[in-house]
T-cell receptor
Framework: TQLLEQSPQFLSIQEGENLTVYCNSS?????LQWYRQEPGEGPVLLVT?????EVKKLKRLTFQFGDARKDSSLHITAAQPGDTGLYLC?????????????FGTGTRLQVTL | DADVTQTPRNRITKTGKRIMLECSQT?????MYWYRQDPGLGLRLIYY???????NKGEISDGYSVSRQAQAKFSLSLESAIPNQTALYFC???????????FGEGSRLTVL
């Protein structure tokens, strides 16, 4: 079974601060997705990274896939209260279909004024 | 209206009862999934279906069964609920060519 460990588990910061969330595994993934889940809702896809070393930006969010495709990071610049939520990484194994997605343990982020 | 709809949203039941969670989608996707979410464990796959005649076990299928009644409908059953099945359950769909999952809003189940 492929495992994805996320760190930190919880993060409480003030508006305007920067933060980084990590997603690590000993397994290689063909691609990696990041989702954000708000209370009372299902997760929503933020980004998919496919190539080792790939960097993608989504406004103030920067996603990086490790060179060996075993890890990923999410960096948020100048966090805002609207960034509050549960962040989940999910790795796709060989074949890359959603049936083989392994979800990380999650990072719960709270951004206060 | 949501593209992926789950009913009920909340359910409290007793040990030994049979429970069905229903999912319907308007995205036109062939692929549907049931996940379970527990704090600190992320999302774990229970069952998935790639079309109406296809049913596959996921990581944690024991104690659960599913039925794919139509392309748009996928239900999850707990034949005899037990307390450690207390969790938040999500239905999801995906298209054929992308790995993006579209989730419902979740069904919170409590087994006493």
């Amino acid at each position: 079974t492929q495992l994805l460990e996320q760190s930190p588990q919880f993060l409480s910061i003030q508006e305007g601060e920067n933060l980084t969330v990590y997603c690590n595994s000993s397994s290689v993934f063909s691609s990696l997705q990041w989702y954000r889940q708000e209370p009372g809702e299902g997760p929503v896809l933020l980004v998919t990274v496919v190539t080792g070393g790939e960097v993608k930006k989504l406004k103030r969010l920067t996603f990086q896939f490790g060179d060996a495709r075993k890890d990923s990071s999410l960096h948020i610049t100048a966090a805002q209260p609207g960034d509050t939520g549960l962040y989940l990484c999910a790795g796709a194994g060989v074949g890359g279909t959603a049936s083989k997605l392994t979800f990380g343990t999650g990072t719960r982020l709270q951004v206060t004024l | 209206d949501a593209d992926v709809t789950q009913t009920p949203r909340n359910r409290i039941t007793k040990t030994g009862k049979r429970i069905m969670l229903e999912c319907s989608q308007t995205k036109g996707h062939d692929r549907m999934y049931w996940y379970r979410q527990d704090p600190g464990l992320g999302l774990r796959l229970i069952y998935y279906s790639f079309d109406v005649k296809d049913i596959n076990k996921g990581e944690i299928s024991d104690g659960y069964s599913v039925s794919r009644q139509a392309q748009a409908k996928f239900s999850l059953s707990l034949e005899s609920a037990i307390p450690n099945q207390t969790a938040l359950y999500f239905c999801a769909t995906s298209g054929l060519y992308t790995g993006e999952l579209f989730f419902g809003e979740g069904s919170r189940l409590t087994v006493l």
